[in-house]
């Protein structure tokens, strides 16, 4: 069974199984204690490091999004559950090189990580090239403005970096489509204060670019306060399929 290309094992369908249905309890928890809809939070899962087959058995539960860090893995693991019939959203959420966007295009939905006007006009310019609609993409926001670390800067000029000029380059490119936001609390950070200061670039962000809705923001560790604090999708790995052996 094993050697079926997207085959998963029936203990870790039923593991998969009780991992999502202790995140969606967490998830409708934290919406009804923020008085939010549970419809408005979109579940993630974060499959990296985790095979084609965890992938296939989570769509055929119910999962209708997933997330990828890294191309290299990404790319054959979204073949292989297609050929298995499995066809979630594909999110990517890692850094990305701009000799990468051509790939990445060609099997994401949605692309998290854009960060800088340099790697939005290498993504414009792939995306038209081998897509037929628009993909799209949130900014990544650096939450503790420390420019070493990923995320575009809010309130700060610089023209490649800065959060305006970034989101100012992808509303402004034909191949791509202004969907929102996306952040990671920062090491060390209290995930209230992080998410706080996240809600408030949300709101100045949402003022300018009104059809740009989404929030992504929140992980395993820190779910609830994010969807406390707005968020819109959730990206989770280690409480639904597992720790992985190497942390990234
Ligand atoms: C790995 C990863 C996640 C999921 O992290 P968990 O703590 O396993 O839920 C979320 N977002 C990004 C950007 C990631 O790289």
């Not at 055929?60 to 999004?65: F, P, R």
């Not at 998410?195 to 709101?203: C, D, K, Y």
Request: charge should be neutral.
């Amino acid at each position: 069974m094993t050697d079926i290309p997207g085959a998963v094992r029936p203990d870790r369908r039923a593991e998969l199984a009780a991992g999502l249905t202790q995140v969606r309890a967490r998830i409708a928890d934290a919406c009804a204690a923020a008085g939010r809809d549970r419809g408005e939070v979109t579940l993630i899962a974060v499959t990296k490091t985790y095979p084609a087959g965890d992938v296939v058995a989570l769509t055929g539960l119910g999962v209708t999004d997933v997330g990828e860090n890294r191309d290299q893995e990404a790319a054959p693991k979204a073949a292989e559950a297609a050929a298995a019939g499995a066809a979630p959203r594909w999110h990517f959420i890692g850094q990305l090189q701009r000799n990468k966007a051509r790939s990445v295009v060609r099997y994401a939905d949605v692309v998290q990580s854009v960060d800088s006007v340099r790697l939005a006009v290498a993504l414009d310019a792939a995306a038209a090239a081998v897509r037929d609609r628009p993909l799209d993409v949130l900014v990544q926001v650096s939450i503790d403005g420390d420019a070493a670390r990923g995320g575009a800067l809010p309130g700060v000029g610089d023209p490649d970096r800065g959060l305006d000029p970034v989101a100012e380059a992808v509303a402004g490119s034909a191949g791509l489509r202004l969907a929102g936001l996306m952040a990671v609390a920062p090491l060390g950070w209290e995930p209230e204060r992080a998410f706080a200061r996240l809600a408030e670039v949300a709101e100045r962000f949402r003022a300018r670019h009104p059809g740009a809705t989404v929030l992504s923001a929140g992980m395993s560790g820190d779910l609830e306060s994010a969807i406390g604090y707005g968020a819109t999708h959730v990206r989770v790995g280690s409480a639904l399929l597992g720790m992985r052996p190497t942390l990234r």
